[in-house]
């Protein structure tokens, strides 16, 4: 049991490593899908380019502050 | 012609020059202050030390080598108040007037949280020193100096105060009222009129005008404190979670006096079929906190992982220096320009962090008073359709 608590926390910043890495993830994933959906819809109406850039940013801030939760998440583990 | 076919090959070469040339200064400045920092035995490299030092608070402002002491406020229920510069520290190795800063090596060296379960001792924390100058965990201190925060918060309210105050007067004795905009009025007048028109008007409707205050206040002082935290030496005010909550207090605050009964009729009873609605309600009623607690942490977390990034890739040729000189030399440009890049990626964060902050505040205070359309929707006031 001892050992176990020490393998823990002896393993714990780079669960918090991968826990970061997981993060990154998702806000590629979540930003990217959102970049897919403005610049798709920028091609088929070209005039609302400003609106969908607005919105993009928006959602893009949104998605990035829950990603950073989590990469904050793990660099609480690490501390 | 071959001039003009030789100018973007000299503006590369000249870009590389500077890179290069650039990095050696940075490199002394850098280096010249691990030295200052006071230790005896041979250095090693602790670059986490480095970027959190960097990053969190501190009693002085340092540029390299040189430093700029402030005013270091303590209290203590025994001691009463003391005040003093902190260069009387000397960077945490001597005591003064019965305090000390007490540092990561002093604990170390001192071992002053051996065999305690919970460390009694933190690093960079001023605590009480006895007569014999051992510290003393015990008695409470009251930290209330003036660090950099403190002083860099101070200096983005005067200068706020003094560019708003100067472009209201300019408005007020008529210049740029009928006529074009002059100086200082048509860099901010654009981001006034962006904040009234999409970020007031479209959420919070017709009662727009009473929260514009706020809002341009949010939005401005925001961005000036992400720009000032980018300058090189200066302090990460809105990367300190005190800052940030403090922020969403205020939002957290003025949401709560601009709801209306219908936002809290839909929250404790929302318009939901029944099996969901009790899943919701708890929902809701978390929701009230965690938005400006949402708040808090993505202008906090993105604002300081800019920061981290921008010190990593410094402290990286450094890292790679240690292992062999040339190493670091080498991969310093490369190294560089990657950090030069991320700056201008932290310069657009931080007007888009300002205004993801206003407009989600604006988002959330016009949810609180609209409401009320379930009960305008009946049968007989559709919208015409016109064929």
Not at chain 1, 21 to 29: K, N, P, Q, R, T
Not at chain 2, 149 to 174: C, D, F, H, P, W
Not at chain 2, 286 to 293: A, H, Q, V
Request: aromatic share 10%; charged share 15%.
């Amino acid at each position: 049991m001892n050992i176990l608590l020490q393998a823990t926390t002896a393993v714990q910043p780079g669960l918090g490593a991968i826990g970061a890495g997981l993060a990154a993830i998702g806000a590629g994933i979540g930003v990217g899908l959102i970049g897919k959906g403005a610049v798709e819809a920028i091609a088929r109406q070209p005039e609302a380019t400003n609106d969908i850039r607005g919105n993009m940013i928006l959602a893009a801030a949104l998605v990035e502050g829950v990603a950073l939760l989590a990469a904050v998440a793990g660099l609480l583990a690490v501390l | 012609m071959v001039a003009k076919r030789l100018k973007p090959l000299l503006v590369a070469a000249f870009s590389l020059g500077i890179l290069i040339f650039s990095n050696i200064s940075l490199a002394q400045g850098d280096h010249g202050h691990g030295a200052a920092s006071g230790h005896k035995e041979e250095e090693k490299l602790n670059p986490s030390e480095i970027i959190l030092d960097h990053v969190a608070d501190g009693h002085e402002f340092h540029f390299g080598k040189i430093t700029i002491p402030l005013p270091i406020i303590l209290y203590s229920p025994e001691r009463g108040f003391t005040a003093f510069m902190s260069s009387a520290f000397h960077h945490g190795t001597e005591a003064h007037n019965g305090y000390r800063l007490v540092t990561r090596e002093y604990i170390e060296e001192h071992k002053l949280n051996e065999g305690q379960e919970k460390p009694l001792f933190e690093a960079n924390k001023i605590y009480a020193v006895d007569a014999s100058g051992k510290p003393d965990a015990s008695i409470s201190v009251l930290d209330l100096s003036m660090t950099r925060n403190v002083v860099q918060m101070l200096i983005s309210v005067i200068l706020l105060i003094v560019i708003m105050t100067r472009i209201a007067k300019k408005y007020e004795s008529g210049v740029g009222v009928k006529t074009a905009p002059t100086g200082f009025q048509s860099a901010v007048e654009p981001i006034i009129t962006f904040v009234r028109d999409e970020v007031a008007k479209p959420n919070l409707g017709h009662s727009y005008g009473k929260y514009m205050p706020l809002l341009l206040t949010i939005f401005f002082f925001i961005l000036i404190n992400n720009l000032i935290g980018l300058i090189p030496g200066a302090a990460n005010v809105t990367g300190n979670i005190a800052f940030t909550a403090v922020l969403a207090l205020v939002a957290f605050i003025v949401i709560m006096f601009s709801s209306n009964k219908h936002y809290w009729a839909h929250i404790f009873w929302p318009p939901v079929p029944l099996g969901v609605k009790f899943i919701m309600i708890p929902v809701e009623i978390m929701g009230i906190f965690t938005k400006p607690f949402a708040l808090m942490i993505r202008l906090f977390a993105n604002m300081i992982s800019g920061h981290i990034i921008i010190l990593s890739f410094i402290c990286l040729i450094f890292i790679f220096g240690a292992m062999n000189t040339y190493l670091g030399y080498g991969t310093s440009p490369f190294f560089l320009a990657l950090t030069v890049f991320i700056y201008l990626l932290e310069c657009l964060v931080a007007f888009i962090q300002a205004y993801i902050f206003a407009n989600l505040t604006a988002i959330f205070i016009g949810q609180a008073f609209e409401g009320g359309h379930e009960h305008e929707d009946v049968p007989g006031h559709e919208d015409p359709v016109v064929i």
